[in-house]
């Protein structure tokens, strides 16, 4: 491979060459869901996005630590430091415990993102679980003091920190414009200043999720749980942190805050965002109302979609954007994906069939080249998609008999197409999968009929056998087993 990875750091606003901390290895975090509700379309874009980085990290040959947490206390509804957090509320309305709130979407979460192929993080660390953690640090930072307490809750010290340390460096923004658009502070806020926000609160009386703590029972602030859980299983000082762009201006933004404050470090080198997934423009969200939920995609089941998609056309997809650019939902792209992804695995089903011939006419080298390249430019994928279809024109032209390719190309071809288009980009063949569970169901209707047959049921065993035969599936009896084919 010539070319380096390349990284875009929303820190920076540079691309620049990756250089992790320690030779070798990565250490990633991405903020992971807040498990009060099903992850929409828009929440699993932002995660395949980093199922690509970590897949394209891990198969350039780095041992990467993939930290995702799971956000399961602490975040409260408009993202705020007062009111009910957001498991309390459905918790409430639904009259179960905040926990089974927790337990249900966490599920989903992890449903939804199997479906899509995405492989599971290193570690996923829950905030109720980082409760001791997030104490220490919020001590740790009032001891620097650059946060003070009240009733109770305690603040982070913005105007403070930002004698010392540039608190908008993330987001760029002009922080007197920030004070000066922020809601005024009404007489009842224990708040000293705007842009201050809670890394400890206190719990009123009904308050189910609350811990005790050296200021009194309460449960931490959203931001602090990211800071305490990345710094515990990633260090201080790791390579690269994640989420969606949505999170640069406040949750980004004081996580940075609060690691400088607590151990004078930026936490991470480099800091990556993903765009939103955005439906006739506007952002997909819950609370605009404007969300879809992956099984409603797949079944169809939707007033904006036309037919369903299968959840690798879905993939496949998003993988036409660049994680940077915003991607918008309609029908049309979706099933032009559809068609794109049916002749890709096509073209990697033919590719081992291929004819071979003394010399090739193009160069597999070449095509291989710019696929790395373009993953390497900032993980481009719609372009190293490009280059993997023109192999793709190539294998269906030398199939006609229109272009030649030799033995060690082919292999070289194969490998190349397989690779990247199964171990990097994550899709997988959903026919092929189909395979796996017609297997599977043979397997058990075969166990039937074994059992019926050694009961002396031959009644059953026949119907069984003949049924099969009505599908055109035809069984054989053996001393070893019984196996089946399909006719
Ligand atoms: P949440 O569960 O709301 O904390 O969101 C989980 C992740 O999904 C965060 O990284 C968000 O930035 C991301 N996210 C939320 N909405 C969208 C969207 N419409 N497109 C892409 N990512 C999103
Ligand atoms: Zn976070």
Redesign the pocket.
């Known amino acids: 491979m010539k070319s380096q990875l390349k990284i875009y750091n929303t820190l920076t606003k540079e691309t620049s060459v990756f250089e992790p901390i320690h030779k070798g290895n990565v250490g990633m975090y991405v903020?992971?869901?807040?498990v009060y509700s099903n992850a929409?379309l828009?929440?699993a874009?932002?995660y395949v996005s980093f199922d690509v980085i970590f897949r394209y990290l891990l198969h350039i040959g780095y041992k990467v630590r993939y930290v995702r947490n799971i956000?399961d206390a602490g975040?409260l509804e408009g993202d705020q430091d007062e009111g009910d957090d957001k498991f309390a509320k459905k918790a409430k309305l639904e009259q179960v415990e905040p926990m089974e709130i927790v337990q249900r979407y966490t599920i989903d979460f992890h449903e939804v993102l199997k479906a899509f192929n995405n492989l599971p993080p290193s570690i996923e660390p829950t905030a109720t679980g980082h409760i001791i953690e997030q104490i220490e640090m919020t001590k740790k930072i009032l001891a620097n003091g650059y946060a003070y307490e009240v009733n109770g809750t305690v603040y982070f010290d913005v105007e403070k920190f930002s004698k010392e340390f540039n608190y908008t460096a993330l987001s760029n923004r002009n922080l007197d414009e920030l004070l000066n658009n922020t809601r005024e502070l009404d007489g009842q806020n224990e708040k000293k200043g705007r842009l201050d926000f809670a890394l400890w609160i206190k719990a009123k009386p009904e308050h189910l999720m609350k811990w005790v703590s050296p200021w009194g029972e309460g449960f931490p602030g959203w931001h602090i749980e990211c800071s305490a859980m990345s710094s515990k299983y990633l260090g201080n000082e790791f390579d690269i942190h994640g989420?969606?762009?949505?999170?640069v201006p406040t949750h980004h933004t004081n996580e940075i805050a609060q690691n400088l404050a607590c151990h004078h470090t930026q936490p991470a080198k480099y800091w990556v965002h993903?765009?939103?997934?955005?439906i006739n423009g506007q952002?997909?969200?819950k609370s605009l109302g404007n969300s879809f939920l992956p099984a409603e995609l797949f079944e169809g089941n939707h007033s904006l979609l036309e037919k369903g998609y299968s959840p690798m056309t879905v993939r496949f997809f998003m993988l036409q954007a660049h994680y940077r650019s915003t991607l918008d939902f309609r029908n049309e792209a979706l099933q032009a994906a559809e068609k794109g992804l049916n002749r890709l695995m096509n073209a990697c089903k033919l590719v081992s069939h291929l004819k071979t011939s003394e010399t090739s006419s193009f160069s597999v080298e070449d095509i291989k080249e710019s696929v790395y390249a373009a993953m390497n430019e900032d993980f481009n994928t719609p372009i190293a998609l490009a280059q993997i279809f023109e192999a793709v024109r190539y294998i269906n032209l030398i199939n006609d008999g229109k272009e030649s390719i030799s033995e060690t190309d082919k292999t070289q071809l194969e490998n190349l197409i397989n690779t990247f288009v199964f171990e990097v980009l994550g899709l997988k063949n959903e026919q092929e999968a189909g395979a796996d569970k017609i297997d599977g169901l043979m397997k058990m209707i075969l166990g039937v009929r074994s059992d019926a047959k050694t009961k002396k049921d031959f009644a059953t065993s026949d119907f069984i056998r003949d049924q099969l035969k009505e599908l055109g599936i035809e069984i054989k009896d053996h001393k070893e087993g019984t196996n089946y084919s399909l006719t």
């Open positions: 903020c992971g869901p807040t929409h828009g929440n874009r932002t956000t975040h989420g969606g762009m949505d999170l993903t765009n939103m997934l955005t952002k997909m969200s």
